[in-house]
Nanobody, 126 residues
């Protein structure tokens, strides 16, 4: 029903930039929490950034504040993650996720996000 497809990953040197995209289909875009999560080998999956589809509220993990920006194009039903000043510790598989919004913030745990994309790899070398 709900499908999420990520793209834009790749390999860059430290200090470089990448822009990830998440295309949403099979559901009404407005009124959902959209999030970017990442998982490195041997590490737990962590929330990177969230945004309310059709809204303006955003949130970021402390480790990426000031470097990453989440945005959306409501017409295209696409969520973006602009990543600047990349560091080797940003290396991970990045996933797009979604959940129905019932109020409050979208800064919720991994288990609350029910729809997931297949992920796109980001590798940052020193």
């Amino acid at each position: 029903q709900v499908q999420l497809v990520e793209s834009g990953g790749g390999s860059v040197q430290a200090g470089g930039s990448l822009r990830l995209s998440c295309a949403v289909s099979g559901s009404t875009y407005t009124g959902n929490c959209m999030g970017w999560f990442r998982q490195a080998p041997g590490k737990e999956r962590e929330r990177v950034a969230t945004i309310l589809s059709g809204g303006s509220s955003t949130s970021y993990a402390d480790s990426v504040k000031g470097r990453f920006t989440i945005s959306q194009d409501n017409g295209k039903k696409t969520v973006y993650l602009q990543m600047n000043s990349l560091k080797p510790e940003d290396t991970a598989m990045y996933y797009c996720a979604a959940k129905v919004y019932y109020g409050g913030t979208c800064r919720r745990g991994v288990s609350e996000y029910k729809y997931w994309g297949q992920g796109t790899q980001v590798t940052v070398s020193s």
